[in-house]
């Protein structure tokens, strides 16, 4: 620690003077970086010594030291001019302001007691009115409020405790009082009464930002503040010192204790439970005072903190208020008064307790529920940052050169006082909000350094007797007392190099004395975007002399987390500004569509930082280490720089010519990896393949594949490739990739004899290897638009084959999705041809259900269009014929179990019949789907409809459907009527096991009908003899005798009854 403080001192040493620009880091792990953060200081002029400052609502507020009175100034006017000045009812002790409701809150004692006051419309104050309204807690005034005009009120605000912290919400204006062992809580009210004077009125907190004097505008309604206790939380174990409220978060701190809550409300009316810890601890104190307990060092962190030995307990006070309320533990935190260096163990105290909300950039700074919540404590010698929201977490751990007074978080820097120096520490919650903001952070589209980040401290400001802090906006109060002999000068005028500050003293309206002890400084910060440029200047330095120096990247993370609070700032307050100008259309200034400008003038700034920034850990992880080097492809999509401006900022350097960052090699894979619409010209797409020659040779196919390589040099990579088919053995993907480049030259002979090297199995596994010599596009999934290459269309032609085998092996790799595919075949203009063809090789190859029943019906209605169309276009059939399909039916009834074998009476029933071999392969396609398994006969069956049963084939499909239905009977009849020559065939296929009985049921009385109608028909005798011989065979002499028609030919029946009853004679 003894050399930590020898750095700090020489950093301190040096003031704002030039020093070299050098980094150190402490045990700690603390960079110290020489980059000013102040841009300008001014003193205010104020008429006695001050003894406590806050400041809020764009004023600072001054209380003189054992007096009763309070002077507020402008902090947003050159000179910090006075505001007004008003004195209070006893000698202030604490002081607070809050933001909603422009109001003051202090703790004051008079003759020995201590009381709690709030003091409202104290601008008002201003227009040198001597009346003051004074009342307390829920009695509003009835006089001088109503029929006097606007006036300061004093509200006095009872307690049964003496207080000793208070804290004012930033979103709500609720307050928050700390007494010995209790916390209470007060709610804001805004009560709304008629002027009845209808004089001119504004309210208090719409004068913000306006100077007294100013004209006001008319306003029928008053709107006067007031506070109503709702809870009381009792900590019988814990005294607090200091206490912070933000949202529904209650932070209190005692010496060396810390313990933050959640105080949630609900609707719901449940009885509220006593704790029972409140009357077992009440004596607690009283129980170890013989004893001197050391605590032991403790950290519990959300579920975990219930198990602290703090308890809490609720007691509900708002009489109107129905709202139920539960506290959760979200941190608990315990130090040991151990000796730290420089501080003694009385001096080691907790202080400077703060919890502070950011809102993202989606989010108005109205809402009652920020995105994000720190809390920030500290020690003398260490303070420790947390984030509440989304799980307790402890971001930063500050260790400080020396001596911590006071300490103060903002949006981009911690400001901390030494008794000797301003100092500022950067932190990590724009990396929290960010993240929150922003859900494709840590992805490869955007990234941000981690909250874990090292902090980093930049150079001090010295002072003497600096005592307490505070800050609004830019401006960092100061408040010092030292007593010296020989007055300070403040008003340096001297201009240090590339910092522009100017030192200022505002003008006073009364005189001061010389070579007084004590001062109130406004120190000005310089904006983010001058800091942001000034830490790019310096980390400059480190590239000329270490390009890879962890110092360089740090500076450069910094500078962007710096940039990122800034933008998340901006675009709240151009919100805000919005919101402002839609409210105020009716009114005639031009305020806020000013404000919008600016503020969008300042993004467009910030926005151009923050990519610049982006480029420039771009190039930090490009050329670094190979753990860290896939940031490079967020970093560099966040710069907007194109793909050729990345490659000329990672040329390499001279010295080393053939190496390239991996970072650099991680980002140009995945360019060429990603399916884009940006084809790189030919002069950077002949230096990428350069630049793989040189660093990756294995990854050239997959660069040549891609489709912004589409302008490559075909002749150079081909000499390329072939040196590295020398060098590293013939592989199939390679000769595919040379013969795409052949086919770039129109060199078909040497295209096809590097086709033929390989057998189309080989080849198509080189097609699962690399997908993007078929096709191009299809990385977005299902709805993803793809396209064929020049490959797809030769094969089309040449090889059709070999592409629907490739498209099948790349759908069942998951490489391209069934849509995908089908588009790739009519941008091919084979639709209709090697489309179907895919379809049926996938029905062999698939087993996924759903993709199979989905194929089942394209094919269906694919062979029924054919069978429709095949009429209409039979004459251009014959001049042009079709390609015929790679799969007969007869192929596919023996490869694929999907389609079955036909059933022997279709034979029959076609067996006349001629057509078109297109349509007759069609029709035995479509009958074999039907006798197959798969093909549910429902989904085809409304498709199927729109062919006639006047063709036998039409017929036959018809029967094909009654018949899978189970429609037995109605086939039969179909059959008679129609082709009685097919009814045996039909019998014997179909009429077996359970439907044997329908030979005999329906099939025999049918024949018997139409044969007495028609004796002399020859196929009906036929077939009425064969079903004869059937149903002697499967019954008895008896039930055969019965089924024998009354008017029946006994000869003709007699044989088929002798044959019964000789089987049944030799079955018994």
Known sequence: MKEWNEKWSRVAANGGASIPPVSNKGPDMVHVYNCHPFASQQIVQVGQEPGLVCCGGGALFVVATGGCKVESYSLEREGCPLICRFATMGTVKSIRHSTMGDYLVTIEEKNSA?????????????????????????????????????????????????????????????????????????????????????????????????????????????????????????????????????????????????????????????????????????????????????????????????????????????????????????????????????????????????????????????????????????????????????????????????????????????????????????????????????????????????????????????????????????????????????????????????????????????????????????????????????????????????????????????????????????????????????????????????????????????????????????????????????????????????????????????????????????????????????????????????????????????????????????DRTLQILQHLEDTAGVSVPMTITMATMMLRLDDLPQYTQLMERHAEMMLVYGFIEEPRLLLHGGGGGQNAHVRPTALSRQLANSQPGLLVAAMVALHENNKVQLEQVDHIFKELSCANSLQVDFWEAMLMASSQEAIIQELLFRLSSVYIDRLTNSETQSSLTLTTPRRRSLKSADDLINSCSHYGALYPWLTVLSHAHTTSPQHQEALHKLQSLLCGPSLSVGSVAPLLERLSEETVWGFSLHLLCTTRRGQYGQSIEKLLDRCPQAIIAFANHQLQDKHMALWWQKLLPELCKRTRASPDNSILLAALKETLVVVAMEMSPAEFLELIPDDGAASYFLPHLLTCSQRHLLAN
């Open 114 to 714: 201590t009381y709690l006051r709030a003091y409202t419309n104290w601008r008002y104050q201003a227009e040198e009115k001597s009346r003051v309204g004074v009342r307390l807690l829920g009695h509003l005034l009835r006089g001088a409020s109503v029929w006097g005009g606007v006036q300061m009120e004093i509200i006095e605000i009872p307690l049964s405790e003496r207080p000793v912290a208070v804290a004012c919400c930033p979103i709500t204006g609720d307050l928050l009082v700390g007494c010995e062992n209790t916390l209470v809580l007060f709610t804001l009210r805004t009560q709304n009464q008629q002027n009845l004077s209808q004089q001119n009125l504004q309210s208090s907190w719409a004068n913000t930002h306006q100077s007294s004097g100013q004209g006001q505008t008319s306003n029928q309604h008053l709107s006067i503040l007031d506070f109503e206790r709702c809870v009381i939380l009792h900590l019988p174990k814990m005294t607090p010192k200091q206490v912070a409220l933000c949202g529904g978060y209650v932070a209190v701190q005692a010496e060396l204790e810390v313990l933050i809550l959640k105080l949630e409300t609900t609707s719901e009316l449940k009885p509220l439970e006593e704790s029972s810890d409140t009357n077992k601890s009440a004596d607690y104190l009283d129980d170890q005072v013989d004893f001197l307990l050391i605590p032991r060092h403790q950290e519990l962190l959300g579920d975990r903190a219930k198990d602290c030995d703090v308890p809490v307990s609720i007691e509900k006070t708002g009489l109107e208020d129905r709202r139920q309320y539960s506290l959760s533990y979200l941190l608990f935190r315990r130090f040991s008064p151990e000796f730290f260096q420089g501080c003694s163990v009385e001096e080691t105290q907790l202080h400077s307790l703060q919890l502070y909300p950011m809102h993202t950039g989606n989010q108005s700074v109205s809402v009652d529920d920020p995105a994000c919540m720190f809390c920030f404590f500290s020690l003398p010698t260490a303070g420790y940052l947390y984030s509440l929201k989304g799980g307790v977490e402890l971001l930063s751990t500050y260790q400080y050169p020396e001596k911590v007074l006071e300490a103060v978080l903002t949006d981009h820097l911690l400001h901390v006082i030494t008794k000797s120096a301003l100092q500022c520490f950067t932190v990590r919650c724009a990396a929290v909000a960010a993240r929150i903001e922003d859900p494709y952070i840590d992805t490869t589209m955007r990234a941000c350094p981690p909250s874990s980040l090292d902090v980093c401290a930049l150079r001090m400001q010295l002072f003497i007797g600096l005592r307490s802090v505070c800050v609004y906006g830019r401006h960092v109060i100061l408040l010092s007392t030292a007593d010296t002999e020989t007055p300070e000068e403040p008003e340096r005028s001297t201009q240090r190099r590339g910092l522009g500050r100017k030192w200022t003293i505002s003008s006073a309206k009364e005189p001061s004395s010389v070579g007084h002890g004590w001062n109130v400084y406004v120190v000005d910060t310089v904006s983010p975007l001058t800091l942001y440029q000034e830490m790019d200047e310096y980390s400059q330095r480190y590239v000329e002399t270490n390009p890879q120096a962890q110092s360089h990247r740090h500076l450069l993370s910094e500078a962007h987390l710096l940039l990122r609070a800034s933008l998340i700032q901006t675009s709240k307050q151009q919100r805000d500004s919005r919101g402002e100008t839609v409210a105020s259309l009716q009114g005639d200034t031009d305020g806020p569509a000013d404000e919008i400008a600016s503020a969008e003038t300042d993004g467009g700034e910030l926005d151009g930082a923050f990519r610049q920034n982006c480029a420039l850990l771009g190039d930090s992880f490009s050329r670094g280490s190979q753990k860290d080097c896939h940031l490079a492809l967020p970093y560099y999509r966040m710069s907007g720089l194109s793909v050729t401006e990345i490659m000329s900022r990672n040329r390499p350097h001279p010295s080393s010519p053939h190496s390239f960052g991996p970072g650099f090699l991680f980002y140009l894979k995945h360019f060429l990896l990603e399916e884009t619409d940006h084809i790189l010209s030919q002069e950077a797409a002949d230096e990428v393949i350069h630049i793989f020659s040189q660093s990756e040779p294995s990854m050239l196919v997959s660069v040549c594949a891609s489709p912004a390589m589409s302008r490559v040099s075909a």
